[in-house]
């Protein structure tokens, strides 16, 4: 049982590339959510998606769009990087408890 | 809106010491909280939860909250600290829609 699985988990990207982040569950859980963690600011909501076919906008969006595949599978896309962006995304599911991934470690140079 | 504080950025403390992190959220409903951990270079695991029921909860490796709706807390305990819980604790709330409000972390350190 692997729970919730993203893929990279180390990328380095130049200013205005793009690239897409890949996260998988297999708890069969309703909702999924990306974070992002940065030094002394904790966790931030980027996107959620609180079931197949839908998505909406946390905390920090700006940047961001995001896909929810199928019931398993929600993406990350950031379309023109930015050194802004570099930080660690964590992808999450739950009903209620979050579980969480092991984390992208992203630089934007 | 909701928000969680948790005002020590660090803690340092003795192996075999008590410990105690601090939690404070601000939720205008019955507020679902949780105590996660994070290592260096590692994701988040749940330590412990409070949903309902008895104020006081027992998670994984030890560690025990308290939750006191009057004074908006859920603070996190240990009663004796091991060299190898050193890390970083987050204290987070359910919104409404389940997604999570999180701390700013507290990091702990364990003297030997």
């Known amino acids: 049982n692997a729970g919730v699985t993203q893929t990279p988990k180390f990328q380095v990207l130049k200013t205005g590339q793009s690239m897409t982040l890949q996260c998988a569950q297999d708890m069969n859980h309703n909702s999924m959510y990306w974070y992002r963690q940065d030094p002394g600011m904790g966790l931030r909501l980027i996107y959620y998606s609180a079931s197949e076919g839908t998505t909406d906008k946390g905390e920090v969006p700006n940047g961001y769009n995001v896909s929810r595949l199928n019931k398993r599978e929600f993406s990350l896309r950031l379309e023109s990087a930015a050194p802004s962006q570099t930080s660690v995304y964590f992808c999450?599911?739950?009903?209620?408890?979050?579980?969480f991934g092991n984390g992208t470690r992203l630089t934007v140079t | 809106a909701q928000s969680v504080t948790q005002p020590d950025i660090h803690i340092t403390v003795s192996e075999g010491a008590s410990l105690e992190l601090r939690c404070n959220y601000s939720?205008?409903?019955?507020?679902?909280l949780f105590w996660y951990v994070q290592s260096p270079g590692q994701g988040l695991q749940l330590l412990l939860k409070?949903?309902?029921?008895?104020?006081l909860v027992q998670g994984i490796k030890g560690f025990e909250a308290e939750f006191k709706r009057s004074q908006s807390s859920f603070n996190l305990r240990k009663p004796s600290v091991h060299w190898s819980d050193a890390a970083e604790y987050f204290c987070a709330v359910t919104d409404s829609s389940y997604k999570l409000i999180f701390g700013s972390g507290t990091r702990l350190l364990v003297r030997p």
């Open positions: 409070y949903f309902s029921g008895d104020t």
């Open positions: 999450a599911s739950s009903e209620v408890t979050h579980h």
């Open positions: 939720y205008g409903a019955t507020p679902y």
